[in-house]
Every structure is written in C-alpha cells, then in structure tokens.
C-alpha cells in the first residue's frame, strides 16, 4: 500500500504570482520535504498544459519483474499512452531528493495516437480543422484533373481506332455544299447570332388542297423492345418523290391563280427555320420573279438526304467511300427512313383518299404511303405563303382520323455514340434520346418543324440499328415511340416564334432584290449564311429542266422515259432537244 500523500503548506504571495521569495527563509520547516532549488517556469494562456501525473494508471507491485519497467534514460521507450511525466517506479526515490538526479523522470512522446482504419472520418480529422472553402476547392481540382485524364484518353482512343491519320472534325466540313462561282456577286452574309434574337407569330394556317392518299399505322410497333426486335424490310417497289417548289404543278396552278407570294416546301422551310442548328453546309436557290418568290433546292441537293452526327463532336471518317463517313450515312439514313415509313403500317389496301391523288405519280405506280397539304400562311396584310407539307400516316384516335409523321433514327456505331441501343433502350429511353439530341440536334429540329407545319398530331421516332457494325444494308428495328409535336419541341427548345421570325426576315430581304435569281449557302466553316446573286444560268447542268412559267415549258417527247414526269426533268438527250428547240 502508497504510504499517505502529504500537501505542504502554500505561502502567500502578496506581491505576485509565485512563490514568494522569503518562502525557504520563512517556513523551513514546511519546506524540508520539498525539492530545493527548483526554478519557475512562467507560461502564457495560448500554451498547452499537459498532465503532471496520472493517477488512472496501474502501477506494478514493488516486487514486480525490474525487466517490465519503462527504460528510463530513453526517450520514447515507454507507452505511448504515458503521460507526458513520467515519474520512475521506485518509491523509495519518491518523493525526489536530489535534485540533480534526472534519472527518475524523462520525456516521452507526445504525438497523438495512429488514426484508426474505421469509423467516419470527422472524428479523427478534428485535430485538422478544415474550411469548407478549401475542400471546395480541392473537390474543383479534383474534376479538373479527372477531366484532363479524360479528354487524354479521348485522344488516345481516336489516335488508335484507326491506322490512318483521321482529319479533326473542323477539316471534314470544309467543303461547300454548292461550288461558289468567281462571277457571283456576294450581296449578304447573316451571322446566327441574329437569329436568335427574331421573333414573329403567325395566326393558324389554312388548308388550300389536300392530295394522295394515307394508309393506317400497326401500333404493334409500339409494342418493340430490343428483346423482340423486327428486321427492316425494304421496299423498292414503291416510288418516293422529291420534288422542288417550281416543278411541283400544284404550286405551278397555286401561283397561276394568286394565292400567296412566297412559294416553298417544307423540307426547305424547315432548313431555314432550324438554321442556327445547322453545322453542314447547305444552299438553297431563290427565284424573284415578278412579285412572287420561289425556294427551290437543287436536284441532288444535300436536303434530300439526312445528316447524321451533324451537331456531334466525334469526328466522322472523311473518305467519302467509307461506310461511317457524314456522306454515307446521309444516304443510309434516307434509305432507312424510307423503309421505315412503310413497314409500320398496316398494308391491307384501306387507304384514306383526298381531294387529288399524288400529283407526281403515273397512273399504274405503286406510290408510298404520303399526303401533301398545301397550307397559306399570312405572313404580312398583302403577303402569304405557301408551303407544301407531308405526312406519312393516319391512325384513328377517340373515333377521329389524326396525322403521322413517320421518322427513324439510326445507330451506325455504339463506340461513336457511347451508348449501346440494344442495352439502354429497354431501361435509359431517356438517356439515348438525350444522346440523340445532341447528337442530331439539326435533323431532330427538322423533323418536329415539319410536323408542326403540316399540323401532324403525332411523330412517331423510330430506332433503327445496323445487325452488324460493319454492315450497312442490314437493319433491325428496336423501338418506335411517340411524341406531341409541340410537347417535344418544348422539350428541344424549339420556339415557333423564332422560326417564323427567321423565315420573315429572308423573306423581307429577298422580297427588297431584284428579280433574277439568287442562292442562299449556309457558310461550312462559320455560323452564317450568305447569299448571292448568280446568273439565269447557274444551274443548268444541275437543274435538267429550267423552273419556266408554265407557258414557257418546253413539253416533253411522247416517246418519254417512265417516271420522268415524276420528278419533273428529262434526261441528257432530251435536255439537248430542248436547248435545240429554244
């Protein structure tokens, strides 16, 4: 048993802090069994005061082993959960005699013990007090760093996809959609910018003709999924038309009798309205004649494909002979687009007829599935327009017969998109649209413009994938999901105010030129377009057939080609009798 622990008298100081000087002279009898000659060490608030002595400690008996006591004349050979004094063991040195005998105490280490591999962080982390603001900043480095190492492997994986030396993107849409002529006079040049800021509304359209005829929709196709995928059949039987504002007769008689001012179709109005959208070049040839404006593509021309990847940052092979190149999958996806439209509906010969049959059928063909509406618009008190607008399908809803528009979406290759159809559609719809949207801004903005103008009650997407990468004639269908023309545009940001605001100011300019002919090219470097007064001529290798009044048109030879009238040109040798004739 410790022998009893005496507390010796504590002198007053009434001069200051501390003992007093005259304590060992005054009371030497309480002081007898204190350490003599020990210094005061003065501290201040802001230092730390560690423990003098530990009293929750167990000591070892007396006549425990002398191997299991802490080394003394070494610092940091005791515990590490010693207190900062450590007196020695033996109690016959206790209390200290001689002062000079630094034996019986040492210093141990302090340092707090090793942080435990478990339990939330905070607790151990609050010796290290840490400002929100500099974790913030750590987090930013962080994603900076991460997106650093991702853009690097980017680089990596395009370098190595292929052995030959792939041209950036920016190199790859260099080159114009039409040639520009030296003796062409630059009359303007709109940056996007401006559009942005147009806005123009329009009161309802009304319907001036309605002509074809329209087969039903299978909703069976609503019901595909990746698991039970349909393979796209093709049909080479039935005649698609792509024909321009001036060779369509129904125009032709719409102009003859006065109705509008300014004549166009909708796959040209929808390139003007989703222009700023636009990243591939494309022109479109204006006609003033008289008071009356014509827009009219060239045969040919880059609107009659589909462009794929337009608004994609992933570069696209520039060899116009490979199957992943923007060209090649432009004409893949018309092709595809085509197919489809057909394949989803029912066939089973009930047709709903209108006004006029196809104006740009013979008799006898077998004409797709399609409906024009020639809709006016007011675009001013004394100016309409015009416009030629398709839908492909009809289904009855509710006991009423509402529009289709029919259009397929198509995957070449995951690794270009990063997201895999046959995984995602099933079960991240969303995600693959949002791939799409940003991938396909332009040609998704088109496609809901035109459903818009004709008026459709539905677009129906479809999503159309290669069986194999590497084979581009063979296609499965994978899902085909339905969409409100307007819920889906406020869903792209697509504001029918700016289009129609766009729309008015090229038209208000056009309507201030002279009469002749002009084109409007989309620059392919820059966010603008420009356009050009071009002579009478300009077109004729590409235009087989002048876009004349109707009076003026050279008729052709009885003896004429089948399905010539249909797209409205001749071939070369007619085109020579023609110019023999003039």
């Known amino acids: 048993m410790v022998g009893v622990f005496e507390v010796g008298a504590v002198p007053f100081n009434p001069d200051g802090w501390g003992p007093p000087d005259s304590t060992i002279a005054t009371t030497p009898t309480t002081t007898t069994t204190l350490p003599l000659h020990v210094p005061f060490a003065p501290f201040s608030r802001s230092d730390k005061l560690g423990r003098i002595a530990d009293f929750t400690r167990s000591f070892p008996s007396s006549n425990a082993n002398p191997s299991n006591r802490p080394s003394s004349g070494k610092p940091g050979a005791a515990n590490s959960s010693d207190a900062p004094f450590d007196f020695s063991l033996d109690f016959d040195a206790f209390p200290l005699v001689n002062p000079d005998d630094d034996s019986s105490f040492r210093l141990v280490d302090a340092k ?171 022109d479109i040839v204006i006609q003033r004649v008289g008071n009356k404006l014509f827009f009219d593509k060239r045969d040919g021309s880059q609107l009659d494909l589909l462009s794929v990847h337009e608004t994609s940052q992933e570069p696209l092979p520039e060899a116009k002979d490979d199957i992943n190149s923007a060209y090649s999958l432009s004409v893949e996806a018309a092709y595809i687009n085509q197919n489809f439209s057909q394949q989803v509906l029912v066939r089973d010969g009930n047709k709903v007829s209108f006004d006029e049959p196809n104006p740009f059928a013979n008799e006898g063909d077998e004409v797709a599935s399609v409906a024009y509406r020639y809709r006016r618009w007011k675009l001013d008190n004394d100016m309409y327009l015009v416009a030629r607008c398709e839908v492909q399908s009809v289904v009855e809803l509710n006991k009423q017969k509402s529009f289709l528009t029919l259009n397929a979406l198509n995957e070449f290759d995951p690794k270009y998109s990063g997201v895999d159809w046959r995984q995602k559609l099933e079960t991240q719809r969303g995600a ?114 002048e876009p004349l009044p109707e009076d003026e048109q050279v008729q052709p030879p009885t003896e004429d080609v089948e399905g010539v009238e249909a797209n409205g040109t001749t071939n070369d040798v007619e085109d020579k009798e023609t110019e023999a004739q003039i």
């Open 432 to 545: 693959v649209l949002a791939t799409e949207l940003k991938n396909n801004a332009n040609k998704l903005a088109k496609w809901t413009a035109q459903a818009l103008l004709a008026s459709a009650d539905l677009m129906k997407l479809g999503y159309v994938s290669r069986v194999h990468p590497r084979d581009h004639f063979n296609h499965v269908l994978l899902a085909v999901v339905g969409y409100k023309p307007r819920d889906f545009a406020a869903q792209i940001n697509l504001n029918t105010g700016n289009m129609w605001g766009i729309v008015k100011s090229i038209v208000d300019l056009c309507m201030k030129l002279n009469e002749g002919k002009y084109v409007l090219v989309k620059d392919p470097s820059k966010p603008q377009v420009r356009i050009y007064e071009v002579p009478a001529d300009a077109f004729e290798n590409d235009y087989v057939e």
């Open 112 to 282: 707090p013990p090793p942080r435990p591999k478990f339990g939330p962080k905070w607790r151990f982390n609050q010796h290290r007090p840490q400002l929100p603001q500099r974790r913030d900043e750590e987090v930013e480095a962080r994603k900076r760093e991460a997106e650093k190492e991702r853009a690097r492997r980017d680089r990596l994986y395009n370098l190595n996809r292929s052995n030959q030396n792939q041209s950036r993107r920016e190199a790859a849409i260099l080159k114009s959609s039409v040639d520009i002529q030296p003796e062409w006079n630059m009359l303007d040049q709109i940056p996007f910018s401006t559009f942005s800021k147009l806005s123009f509304s329009v009161p309802e359209p009304e319907d001036l003709l309605l002509c074809g005829a329209l087969e039903y929709y299978d909703r069976s196709f609503d019901r595909i999924t990746p698991k039970n995928e349909r393979r796209l059949e093709r049909f080479k039987n039935r005649n698609f038309f792509k024909v321009t504002t001036t060779d369509d007769p129904v125009i032709r008689r719409l102009a003859n009798e006065d109705k509008a001012t300014v004549f166009v179709t909708d796959t040209i109005l929808a390139t003007l309205m989703c222009a700023p959208r636009s990243v591939y070049s494309w």
